[in-house]
């Protein structure tokens, strides 16, 4: 794929010399950049997992998954309304194709965006701004057009079969300045954001940016099928309105109109002019007026962050949060091991990005995904078992939390525990369960019970107890179950690809659980009674857990 | 002679705390300048504006001839730098990584191989040359880094802490490297925390303290105004003297 690219490139070659930019460089930053990607588990493509080896495998196989996905979209909406009201079809594939695109680039691309290891080696450099702004600028473009191409492909086959070659390729090409406008836009924003909040805070901001875009991401894949599912209302013909300038998709989607069609009048021009003008546009400004502040502010970013480390910790009383925080401590742990491990664990799931990155967005979609499941008027949703099904089925969302927990990017700092005089490992463990458990599970169980009582009635108390308890006890079992990690010990790639068989055991499992709930909702009074059996369960499994010893840990 | 740095007046600010308070200083080619400094004093930010990093300062920039804030690129061209955190792409090899730098100065990619290869071996890294640099010890990436800092020939060398992590023979090697470097009339401008090595190879030795130059001479002359070891007299100028009752205070609490 990188010679692919590579050759693309050069192809390319006059294009970026007339931006003004050093092309050997620009090459050479491209090359390495994308052989750097083949080579690690990139971390910034984090949520398309493991890489292997030597090759693009789990990009590509995002790619295939995307191809699908995009062709059974097209076949819905492209494939069957005739040729005068394929106009909104074609603009929610557009939208599709950029909301994607946005997507990826927030969420998995800002650290390329805004990489600032780059400062300590191509800054020193005889390396001009644009050049290196054009390189990053490529080296996403090159994802960005995998994505947007096999999105698309579905729907360029559908529409080239049905109008004529000419109109398959005009999709093709519009789909490709979809990715390029998203770009500009995608910069644009984090240029403004760069204005308005201090520098320090900006990867904060956009940490929790990129969880709430998966939350998104995650939850547009429960709304496009009844999208879909609706057939009629999207093959109406809509009026043309004045703000219709001002959505992007419907640029691309006019002018792939013009060729369906085929028509030619003055709103049609208008529209297409768009499509074809603003990402050229785009990058040209960029590449004209906002590259050097962007690297400036980058190299900013850099150098800021360690005077105000110091004076952020400086600032901070002794006595300010360590003091509630260990107060927690000490009601719920019983030894100063655990305590330790407790505060220790509840900081670092705080302060770690990467960790709130791999764990809220699951947290967030699992609400997401009760909530838009309640109000599906299917089978399911309605179901008198519905919300058992949800409390449970969020509690798979909060096991992933515990999987990530062994994780961390200072996995080296393990050596503590290896030098530490640790004679009960399980303490450990359990101090960093019990902290897990009271600042992710409790909060987000509370969440989801609220809008359970709030839409399926107070009288629900019963099961949302039952169940929370039971996710406990599948939590720790799960834990007891699984290799056992001590927290942050490993590096993120090192995990083993054992989850899926894993999974199906757990999932397993809790339907047994969750059914066995639902049957004990017919006894008068079991619930009630089960309860405090199921409290009960879940501490001995926690005795059971905090008696790990050093031959049952695997150190990473 | 024309000055080859030359500063005038450098203020910079990081937000609101002022890291240089008006640094004032003038190198000839040919020398080699100790940078010596407590942490947090200003030395790699001096050191960053001088390689054009750090455009956002206030006062008169210029190294060879030519002002920092408007030729930083052609600058870039003639200087090294080598920074302290042994920052590179560690999942290349040393090869592909130096062939990278190389493209970037525009080189001629044969020529990079040739030089690379034998740049290594004389660091004893042929055997390494095509091995991933994510396994190397810090010597090693040390090593890799001063190469990629010197590949193009450059005419003024900045180094930050260029002895870190590297074995007692390697050190000797790198000092012996740095003065034949300026014996070819290449100036070196290089900051170390290792007293004994800024005070042997150092032509001239700067000592800077929150942001101001406290002294500025020959070891000889420093020795002279007073008469004790670089670091004894390090200590005093920058104000961190009687680090025996320091030390002392340090095994009580740990005794308690």
Redesign the interface.
């Known amino acids: 794929m990188t010679t692919l690219i590579l050759w693309l490139l050069d192809r390319t070659a006059p294009l970026f010399r007339a931006l003004d930019a050093d092309y050997g460089q620009l090459r050479a930053i491209v090359q390495v950049k994308l052989i750097m990607d083949n080579r690690r588990n990139i971390v910034s493509l984090g949520r398309y997992g493991k890489q292997s080896a030597e090759n693009n495998n789990s990009f590509v196989r995002i790619l295939l998954i995307y191809t699908v996905v995009g062709v059974v979209i097209s076949l819905g909406m492209l494939a069957i309304p005739p040729q005068e009201s394929l106009f909104l079809p074609l603009t929610l594939q557009f939208s599709y194709i950029m909301a994607l695109c946005a997507m990826t680039l927030i969420s998995d691309f800002s650290s390329v965006i805004l990489d600032s290891s780059d400062n300590q080696i191509i800054l020193p450099r005889p390396v001009g701004n644009r050049t290196l702004w054009l390189a990053r600028v490529v080296h996403i473009t090159s994802y960005l057009f995998g994505i947007a191409l096999s999105l698309s492909v579905g729907g360029v086959l559908i529409v080239g079969y049905r109008f004529g070659p000419l109109a398959g390729l005009m999709f093709m090409a519009l789909s490709l300045l979809s990715a390029v406008l998203m770009v500009f836009l995608t910069n644009l924003f984090y240029l403004v954001l760069m204005r308005f909040i201090s520098e320090e805070k900006l990867r904060e901001v956009i940490n929790y940016f990129q969880i709430l875009m998966a939350v998104l991401f995650y939850g547009g894949y429960q709304l496009l099928p009844r999208l879909i599912g609706s057939q009629d209302a999207i093959s109406r013909i809509i009026d043309h309105q004045w703000w219709h300038y001002l959505v992007p998709p419907m640029w691309m989607a006019a002018t792939v109109d013009v060729f369906v069609k085929p028509v030619l009048d003055v709103n049609h021009l208008i529209f297409a002019a768009l499509a074809l003008l603003m990402p050229v546009a785009g990058i040209w400004f960029m590449n004209r007026f906002l590259t050097t502040d962007f690297t400036q502010k980058l190299s900013d970013i850099d150098s800021e962050r360690r005077p105000e480390a110091t004076a952020f910790s400086a600032q901070q009383s002794p006595w300010g949060q360590t003091s509630w925080l260990e107060q927690l401590a000490t009601w719920v742990t019983t030894n100063s091991l655990e305590r330790a491990a407790f505060a220790f664990t509840w900081r670092v799931t705080g302060r770690d990005r990467k960790f709130k990155l791999k764990t809220y967005p699951q947290l967030g979609f699992g609400l997401a995904y009760v909530v838009a499941m309640s109000f599906q008027g299917g089978s399911l949703g309605s179901s008198g078992f519905f919300y058992l099904f949800a409390l449970y089925f969020a509690g798979l969302y909060v096991m992933v939390a515990q999987y990530q927990l062994g994780i961390s990017d200072n996995y080296k700092a393990s050596w503590i525990y290896g030098s530490a005089p640790i004679q009960t490992p399980g303490a450990v463990l359990l101090g960093a369960l019990k902290a897990l458990i009271l600042k992710l599970l409790l909060p987000f169980y509370v969440i989801l019970a609220s809008y359970i009582l709030y839409r399926y009635g107070l009288d629900k108390i019963s099961d949302v107890l039952l169940a929370f308890s039971n996710s406990l006890v599948m939590l720790v079992s799960s834990a007891l179950l699984s290799t056992r990690y001590m927290p942050f010990s490993l590096a993120p790639d090192a995990l083993k690809q054992n989850n899926t068989a894993r999974g199906l055991l757990t999932s397993l499992i809790l339907a047994v659980i969750g059914f066995s709930h639902y049957g004990l909702t017919f006894i008068p009074y079991g619930v009630w009674v089960a309860t405090p059996l199921s409290v009960g369960i879940f501490f001995l499994l926690l005795q059971y857990y905090k008696k790990t010893a050093w031959s049952a840990i695997e150190m990473g | 002679m024309t000055p080859v740095i030359q500063l005038q007046n450098i203020h910079k600010s ?2 609101s ?1 002022l ?1 240089l308070k008006g640094i004032d200083l003038s190198v000839s080619p040919g020398q080699i300048v100790g940078y010596i400094g407590p942490n947090g004093a200003g030395k790699s ?1 001096t050191i ?1 504006i001088l ?1 054009g ?4 300062f206030t006062g008169e920039a210029s190294v060879l001839g030519m002002d920092v804030k408007t030729q930083s ?2 600058i ?2 003639r200087i090294g ?1 080598v ?1 302290e ?1 042994a ?3 560690d ?2 090899t040393p090869m ?1 990584y130096l062939q ?2 190389g ?4 080189l001629d990619p044969a020529h990079i191989d040739r030089k690379a290869l034998d740049l290594l071996r004389l660091f004893q890294l042929s055997d390494y040359a095509n091995a ?1 640099m994510t396994t190397f010890s810090k010597g090693m990436r040390q090593k890799v880094l001063l190469i990629s800092g010197l590949l193009h020939n450059p005419d003024v060398i900045f180094l930050d802490e260029p002895l870190s992590g590297l074995d007692a023979n390697a050190v000797v090697l790198v000092k012996e490297i740095i003065r034949q470097l300026a014996g070819s009339g290449k100036t070196i401008f290089y900051s170390s925390h290792i007293m004994e090595v800024v005070e042997k190879i150092s032509d001239r030795i700067i000592i800077i303290n929150q942001g101001q130059i406290v002294a500025d001479g020959t070891f000889a002359e420093l020795q002279h105004q007073r008469p004790e070891s670089l670091e004894q007299l390090f200590a005093q100028l920058t104000g961190s003297d009687g680090q025996t009752g320091i030390a002392e205070e340090f095994i009580h609490t740990l005794n308690n």
């Open positions: 990081y937000g705390t890291v930010t960053k390689i990093m750090l455009p956002d690129l052609d870039k061209r730098y920074p955190n920052a590179l792409y999942t290349l592909e990278f730098i493209q970037l100065y525009a991933r």
